[in-house]
């Protein structure tokens, strides 16, 4: 079985597809398919594709590629899943891309080794790396949640970073493809419910994996995607969970940012104490 298949969607997005698919034959591995699916676009994409096509027919590197009409970002990458045939799977939409050329090489590794080591193969769901982002003021690394098990506070507002990912490509065929419904957070949904509902068990490789392109729909549309978690949210938790969860997800997160460091951490907890003595003090009076 081949290990790992790259999957890239795009529309109408020539320029940063051939970024993209540039990062992917340069990879000095040779463990993986690339399969990208277009949906119809109207500008020079399907011309990029065949370009490369032509250009890295090789035994090496599997290419496969699709160019029609879909429904939707997670309609494509569902599409991209069905054609799979790697043992995991990761998504690269067109503009991101593979950070170094031995990027793919290291992460193959390092699931290697981590596989070697526990006794159930199976119990690696995800592996996940780094994810660079580049803005204004520098390149900015973002380790997402850096080795820890998630947790449902992990997921109100954040989630696993996409791109970064080594997906187990069996987990589709137990938890289901992306919901299409959803215009931008069935990534975040899916993890979700794979993760947190389904127990499943991540694992963290401290690699820079991709170069995330911070012009897409997930990055801009904060409004739909604020509106979208909460749709998910309250379909999947009962209301008087998604209330406490409203109204205390933020502080927690306020709390666990100022427990980083011992003098915040010391300063808050003297606060607390003086506030508890002074409330006790007034309900005597």
Known sequence: MI???IITINYNNAEGLQKTMKSVFAQTAEEFEYIVIDGASTDESKEVIIQYAHQFDSP?????????PDNGIYHAMNKGI????GEYVQFL?????LATQDVTKKMLRDLESKEQKTKNKDKIAILYGNMLKSLPKGILCDRGLAGKQPAMIDFIRGTIN????????????????YDEKLKIVSDWKWFLQVVVFGEETTAYADIDVTIFDMHGISSTNHAL???E?????SELLPAAVMADYKQWAFPIEQMKRLN??????KLVWWMERGLFKWEKWTKRK
């Open 3 to 5: 290990k790992l298949s």
């Open 93 to 97: 939409n067109s503009g991101d891309l």
């Open 260 to 265: 980083r460091y011992w003098l915040t951490r």
């Open 60 to 68: 090496t590197l599997r290419l496969k590629w699709l160019c029609e």
């Open 162 to 177: 996409h791109s970064p990912s080594y997906i187990r490509r069996s987990l589709y065929d137990k938890y289901g493809l």
């Open 229 to 233: 978690r909460e749709q998910v949210l």
């Open 225 to 227: 995607d604020k509106a």
């Open 82 to 85: 069905k054609m799979a045939q």
